[in-house]
């Protein structure tokens, strides 16, 4: 059973409006969310994160809302811009071990149109 | 400063041969990790590492094992590859005191 899921396999948004990516899990342990964005033929690269405690992160052009009641974060873009067509990840980070573990969602294909 | 370097970026095997990945990262970071991303599904751990000489299961660490005889490497090994394990393979490191971890570009095996 998926314990982070994104249920948007994509999506498509005009250049220059708001791109909100959406993400939920189940898992009450987790404390810790990340967005991570994928171009092609590389590897993930860390975007914005938000701690349990907060519910609101902003960094520029992006901000992650987290509503932990509804075990609901999502990722806005304002203005999104062609350079932000990627896949977005989220990820969820609890301890396990002697580890934090990151729990990914399946992701998103943001597609920003000229 | 490359980061996390994985090595090779392609590989086609045949069932039953062995092979095994190279991830190297110069951060100095503590952490490594390796992941698989298989589609329509988000990354999933495979094995980790939380210092040299130590290495620990993931989610999926069934037909895999690893090695971190070196505090900037960490090898993947499949023993004997099955077409179950054609993905994607990325490495990651972190510091350890953080949850941000900095992914290679990839490894792309594929089991006929």
């Known amino acids: 059973d998926q314990q982070v899921k994104q249920n948007s396999p994509s999506l498509s948004v005009q250049e220059g409006r708001i791109s909100i990516l959406n993400c939920d899990y189940t898992n009450s342990m987790f404390d810790y969310f990340l967005w991570y964005k994928k171009y092609p033929a590389e590897g993930p690269t860390f975007l914005i994160s938000i701690s349990s405690i907060k519910d609101k992160n902003e960094d520029g052009r992006f901000t992650v809302f987290l509503n932990k009641s509804a075990k609901h974060l999502s990722l806005h873009i304002v203005p999104s811009q062609p350079g932000d067509s990627a896949v977005y990840f989220c990820a969820a980070s609890a301890l396990s071990g002697s580890a934090r573990q990151l729990t990914f969602g399946s992701g998103t294909q943001l597609t920003v149109l000229p | 400063n490359a980061g996390v370097t994985q090595t090779p970026k392609f590989r086609v095997l045949k069932t039953g041969q062995s092979m095994t990945l190279l991830c190297a990262q110069d951060m100095n970071h503590e952490y490594m990790y390796w992941y698989r991303q298989d589609p329509g599904m988000g990354l999933r751990l495979i094995h980790y590492?939380?210092?040299?000489?130590?290495?620990a299961k993931g989610e999926v660490p069934d037909g895999y094992n690893v090695s971190r005889l070196k505090k900037q490497n960490f090898l993947l090994g499949l023993e004997s590859a099955a077409p179950s394990q054609t993905s994607v393979y990325f490495c990651a490191s972190s510091p350890g005191t953080t949850d941000t971890q900095y992914f290679g570009p990839g490894t792309r095996l594929t089991v006929l």
């Open positions: 590492s939380v210092g040299e000489g130590t290495t």
